[in-house]
């Protein structure tokens, strides 16, 4: 797949708005991967390998069998295409934003819905 996206979080971003319009079963499917991919971080050693891996597990989900046009231009070309549309619209976002507006709320209700983030650890002093 050509190198659409650099940064592992930028690639992110763009699955989660691709993904809004999905199923709750597709998104908990990708949900499992990102999890994956951040526990094992040590494998996953480069924003490369993550981006791979998470473009990989999108094009595996069987909810892209209902949509005639991923089945038509095959479900890679098809993650491409959106993954282009998406990063423009992003992009065109970060520049032209002033203040919260509908692309914010979304990004965030839809890290809040498919991202799992740990809870930090306590510090020692503060263990008894």
Same mark, same amino acid.
């Given at each position: 797949?050509?190198?659409?996206?650099?940064?592992?979080?930028?690639?992110?971003?763009?699955?989660?708005?691709?993904? !809004?319009?999905?199923?709750?079963?597709?998104? #908990?499917?990708?949900?499992?991967?990102?999890?994956? +991919? %951040? $526990?094992?971080? *040590? &494998?996953?050693?480069?924003?490369?390998? !993550?981006?791979?891996?998470?473009?990989?597990? #999108?094009?595996?989900?069987?909810?892209?069998?209902? +949509? %005639? $046009?991923?089945? *038509? &231009?095959?479900?890679?070309?098809?993650?491409?295409?959106?993954?282009?549309?998406?990063?423009?619209?992003?992009?065109?976002?970060?520049?032209?934003?002033?203040?919260?507006?509908? &692309?914010?709320?979304?990004?965030?209700?839809?890290?809040?819905?498919?991202?799992?983030?740990?809870?930090?650890?306590?510090?020692?002093?503060?263990?008894?």
């Amino acid at each position: 797949m050509p190198s659409l996206v650099k940064k592992y979080n930028e690639a992110l971003t763009i699955i989660l708005f691709i993904l !809004k319009d999905f199923s709750t079963e597709s998104k #908990f499917t990708m949900k499992t991967s990102i999890k994956v +991919i %951040e $526990e094992f971080n *040590d &494998i996953f050693d480069t924003d490369a390998s !993550k981006i791979s891996t998470l473009y990989y597990d #999108f094009c595996r989900l069987d909810e892209l069998y209902d +949509i %005639e $046009e991923a089945v *038509d &231009i095959g479900f890679k070309k098809f993650l491409i295409k959106k993954v282009k549309e998406t990063k423009s619209m992003l992009e065109y976002h970060s520049h032209n934003c002033k203040s919260s507006c509908i &692309i914010c709320e979304t990004k965030g209700k839809l890290e809040g819905e498919i991202i799992e983030r740990t809870r930090p650890e306590i510090s020692k002093k503060h263990k008894k």
